[in-house]
């Protein structure tokens, strides 16, 4: 396990290096086989944005659906490389069964998964940048029951990616219990030492039920704004603009503008708000927010551009409605290469046939 912390610390350390550097190397022991490494220098990095399409969605305990190719834009050509999936209130097995199947047909690799009770968190990439993706962690942290109970709480998934580090928190937040943030930051650790909590990682993504309600409106008047369209008079009054206003939660992240009716609470099967004896009221309760650092590291500057952020009115199987953003973030092109270098070689093989891997080490790494 040490070794393993080790040489993770040091592919960190080595990409960091490029990154500020604005150079690549490629490192080889020279002709009178010395012990002196000597480095190239290769073209400077290219900056690129990589796509993460980001999903959060309380399913109240209901099977999925048959078609899910509109909520994850499967019609877009080329697809996101990433993406992020965060369930709440999850039963059952479905759903996992129903997204191997359908990010397999696209070509997608299921890297993680972390469940804490009904919170599920999913995090596919596809094949053609598997190779870029390391030091995959998970933590999970619950406040259901003063910290005993998993019903609501979170699960985050983490991973480095072509040199820049991401963290995808998935929670299920109790409403009126804005503490449970500042908990879920606290206790969550990982073994990363460059990015060990949270807030220290290059890129946050943080989505879920997050149970924020609107203050001093009536369903009467609310639902009279939803018809009107009037979504940022709703806004004025949503719990969580106003405590970011103020500071006290979620410092720093950003939300895109909100231009969908609120996705909380809806009659099973209908766009009905809840017409039961409660009557709530509708609510932004489903949220996604995003977290970047004004940093550069050389030629590269930690950038976020949000392409879409939307809610899915037409999947009524639960009492919210999904909410999706397609986010694109600035990574470099070709990052430096870990002490190994697999030969990926492209093409279906079944478990039954032998496999040779083909793998080249660098020269200046001792193992």
């Known amino acids: 396990m040490a070794s393993n912390i080790r040489d993770n610390v040091i592919t960190r350390a080595l990409s960091r290096m490029s990154l500020r550097c604005m150079d690549f190397f490629n490192c080889e022991q020279d002709q009178d086989d010395s ?7 290769l073209d400077k990095p290219i900056i690129v944005t990589n796509r993460i399409h980001v999903v959060t969605w309380n399913v109240n305990g209901k099977a999925p659906p048959d078609d899910m190719d509109s909520l994850f ?28 199947i359908l990010f397999h047909r696209h070509n997608f690799v299921r890297i993680k998964m972390r469940k804490l009770q ?39 998934v983490r991973m480095d990616f072509k040199g820049v580090n ?59 704004q939803i018809e009107a369209k009037q979504f940022h008079n709703l806004l004025e009054h949503d719990q ?8 006290l939660l979620f410092d720093g992240f950003h939300e895109p503008p909100i231009n969908f009716p609120p996705t909380y609470k809806f009659d099973i099967g209908s766009n009905e708000y809840d017409t039961s004896e409660k009557q709530r009221v509708p609510a932004y309760t489903d949220r996604i927010l995003y977290l970047y650092h ?24 639960s009492d919210h409605r999904p909410v999706t953003a397609t986010i694109a ?14 030969d990926i070689q492209v093409g279906r093989r079944s478990r039954e046939m032998a496999r040779k891997f083909r793998y080249k080490i660098r020269k200046d790494f001792v193992t």
């Open 294 to 317: 004004d940093t550069a590291y050389g030629a590269l500057k930690l950038d976020v551009d949000c392409l879409s952020y939307r809610s899915h009115p037409s999947y009524m199987i």
């Open 240 to 247: 969580l603009k106003l405590v970011k206003m103020e500071k």
């Open 166 to 224: 991401i963290a995808v928190v998935n929670c299920h937040l109790a409403a009126h219990r804005d503490e449970d943030v500042d908990t879920i930051l606290e206790s969550q650790r990982f073994k990363d030492v460059d990015s060990d909590n949270i807030l220290d990682h290059d890129y946050v993504l943080w989505m879920g039920d997050m149970n924020f309600r609107l203050d001093n409106v009536s369903r009467e008047d609310a639902i009279e």
């Open 73 to 100: 834009i499967m019609d877009e050509h080329p697809l996101p490389e990433i993406y992020a999936i965060g369930l709440q209130e999850v039963s059952g097995e479905s759903w996992e069964t129903a997204f191997i």
């Open 35 to 41: 012990e002196t490494a000597f480095c190239e220098r």
């Open 118 to 156: 009904g919170i599920h968190t999913f995090l596919f990439v596809h094949r053609s940048v598997l190779p870029f993706v390391s030091n995959v962690e998970s933590e999970v942290t619950r406040t259901g029951f003063g910290g005993y109970w998993g019903n609501k709480g979170a699960s985050t």
């Open 329 to 342: 973030i600035s990574v470099p092109e070709k990052p430096i290469h870990g002490p190994i270098t697999f």
